[in-house]
């Protein structure tokens, strides 16, 4: 009796923070996009845009290249990851400040903010990514993927990263803005070293090691091997890099109890 009690009780939590994620994103998408002209849609546009003008622009330029590899698939597995990761970050940082009226509500607890938003960003870019390669090979600008499984891979633990990452930065920025100060530069910084602009296997070989300790550049090395497959050779390391998402998680967790309960103090 007690284990069935346990059990209903556990289901009835769980319902209920599905249905406040819920209303969070509905509220995260009007308060960002609006009603007016295409209202939502924006946020999948506004990827979808960023991506086909980043591919075109490297497309037109391909003589920097430096590689006998097609630019089209090269820029959309790379830049989607950027996507992800940078946006992910880029919005949870004023996610406390933006939504603090609604911790007054019993419910709402600062995971679910933070995932409402995350789960935003993780549809429209994957949705994004999607439409553009589907686009991009109707069109006959790239080839299907040669294996997905390295692809889904690769964006299940970014996603897994991207939201540790993000949550452990807006708990931070929340208990000091000079994160938000920071943090903008270094995402800059990363972007050249994520590995969308390269593969491990052009670096020096002194070099190639010490790359894929950067998390992102085991997403992206796992994106371009489902892409291309056995035409290139590609470097990375999963576990290190599920154990590095999975400790921003941990951190991510055990900040939201300690903004808590100073919001709550205040």
Known sequence: MRIDKSI?????????????IWALL?????????????????????????TFGIAALWAATSSIHGSKLPVIPFV??????????????????VAIESNRSLLY???VTLLDIFLARFILEFLTTTFSFIVVELFMITLGFMEPPSSIFPMLQGWAI?????????T???????????????????????????????????????VQSYAVFVPTVTATELMRSGQFGSS????????????VSLAFVLIALLLTKVVRNRLECE
């Open 76 to 93: 959309v597995t790379g830049y989607a990851t950027v996507l992800l990761w940078r946006n992910s970050t880029g919005r949870s940082l």
């Open 105 to 107: 509500h019993r419910n």
């Open 232 to 243: 290139i050779r590609t470097h990375y390391d999963i576990q290190y890099f599920l154990f």
């Open 168 to 206: 452990t930065l807006g708990c931070l920025n929340s208990l000091s803005d000079i994160v938000d100060r920071f943090w903008h530069p270094i995402s800059y910084f990363m972007m050249p070293l994520s590995g969308a602009f390269f593969l491990v296997d052009w670096l020096p070989s002194s």
């Open 8 to 20: 209903r009780s556990l289901n009835r939590l769980f319902f209920t923070q599905t249905r406040v």
């Open 158 to 166: 970014l996603a897994i990263f991207s939201f540790g990452l993000s």
């Open 26 to 50: 509905m509220r995260e998408v009007i308060t960002r996009y609006g009603r007016n002209n295409i209202g939502f849609l924006w946020a999948f546009v506004e990827p979808l845009f960023f």
